[in-house]
């Protein structure tokens, strides 16, 4: 009886607090960045790969070089207690979530899980519908600093309705919680988004390959370069503390390292959340010269807040720009043909104005310097044409700095 009545009290307090509910400001005033363990693990997670990974996460650099949130995704899930409060599987989390999240954080990283606005996950186990306060209340418990929600086992529901609910029981908890729809992108997010969560899913599922779609029945998942087109003239919804998500990454699976490379900084473009998905544990150089390539990352974090988009396209070579602070700007020259592409850019004929970012990039006005961001050098300035070769499938991107 005693349990009974501070179930009650607990839920009269949680649906009290929720009145006034908002989303927790400031969470992620610059997209978030982190490691998510879907992409290699899928349902095979328990404690111990999770603090390898957080082990990992910091031996590597990768925590030195901005990333932050580690995300146990689907398939932790237990069975709910006679009161409805759900619990981790026993055998493969026997510690429980609060010692796991305490390990993460004792490592300076935060500390992320997964739900579903369902009845059930994605992989069947049960998801929040019904138990949204519940399971806020238990994360807030843990120590959970992000929650990545799901969009599986959910008909009849209206979106905006369950993740409002949610935003409403994460606040009613008091900690704040970065929260990130995985909604797919199926009910326009970005149109209702920005007053619910801190970023959302704009397509299904990423897979390992560049420009590719792997037919699943009745859903696909899609290479990088589907991604990339799948949703476009959505860019004016995204900034700081609500990003558009083109989902985890893939860099440091399946694909060539120039694949890895243009799909990192087409990321960076786009500003989108950088949340790797690779098996951080023993991982090549090169993939983590990709990962940790700060340059690049700042370009992803600049505190404009603005998401690139592609200026021009011609013969499979696309120019792609994003303005900065300080009246910087990135420009990636994308090769997305079978082979190797000549750049030849006159600066000065090409006047770019950015309609989102009320901002003109006009180099007959204001001379700026290039700097490489994969060599980390300046390389010339905008006096004269910019003359390279980019690889199949990869990327040249230079930083326009004023002189």
């Known amino acids: 009886m005693k349990h009974f009545y501070l179930l009650v009290l607990a839920a009269l307090t949680l649906l009290a607090g929720s009145l006034y509910a908002q989303k927790f400001e400031g969470l992620a005033l610059t997209p978030p960045m982190g490691w998510n363990s879907w992409n290699t693990f899928a349902c095979n997670v328990d404690e111990a790969l999770i603090r390898e990974m957080a082990d990992a996460m910091v031996s590597s650099g990768m925590k030195d070089a901005g990333y932050k949130y580690l995300v146990i995704d689907d398939c932790w899930h237990g069975e709910r207690d006679s009161l409805g409060f759900i619990q981790p599987n026993p055998k493969r989390f026997p510690s429980g979530m609060k010692a ?8 300076g990283l935060k500390f992320g899980i997964y739900s579903c606005a369902g009845d059930k996950t994605c992989g069947g186990h049960p998801g929040s519908r019904g138990h949204e306060y519940q399971d806020a209340l238990s994360y807030a418990q843990w120590g959970v600093d992000y929650l990545k929600y799901d969009w599986c086992n959910t008909d009849g529901l209206n979106a905006v309705g369950a993740y409002t609910t949610m935003r409403d029981a994460l606040n009613a908890a008091k900690r704040p919680i970065v929260f990130s729809l995985c909604e797919w992108g199926n009910n326009d997010p970005w149109k ?18 560049f420009d590719c779609e792997v037919n699943h029945v009745t859903w696909s998942s899609w290479g990088i370069m589907k991604i990339v087109e799948m949703r476009k003239n959505i860019r004016q919804y995204s900034g700081p503390d609500h990003w558009n998500d083109p989902d985890m990454m893939e860099v440091g699976r399946a694909m060539l390292p120039s694949e890895d490379r243009a799909h990192f900084s087409l990321w960076c473009m786009m500003a989108s959340p950088l949340i790797a998905g690779n098996d951080l544990r ?98 010339s300035s905008t006096k004269k044409n910019l003359e390279a070769v980019v690889p199949s499938h990869d990327v040249f991107v230079v930083r326009l700095e004023k002189k």
């Open 100 to 107: 796991l999240a305490d390990y993460v954080h004792s490592k």
């Open 192 to 209: 209702w988004g920005k007053n619910v969560g801190h970023l959302w899913r704009t397509s299904g599922d990423i897979t390992d390959c």
């Open 282 to 379: 023993g991982m090549k150089k090169e993939t983590i010269e990709i990962l940790t390539n700060r340059e690049m990352i700042a370009v992803d974090q600049d505190s404009l807040g603005v998401q690139g988009y592609r200026y021009d396209a011609k013969d499979s070579l696309e120019v792609w720009v994003k303005p900065l602070m300080k009246g910087d700007w990135a420009v990636c020259f994308l090769n997305r043909s079978a082979k190797a592409q000549k750049i030849d850019f006159n600066w000065s004929k090409n006047v770019v104005t950015d309609t989102v970012a009320n901002r003109t990039l006009n180099t007959n006005e204001t001379v700026f310097t290039l700097r490489n961001l994969w060599t980390k050098k300046n390389i």
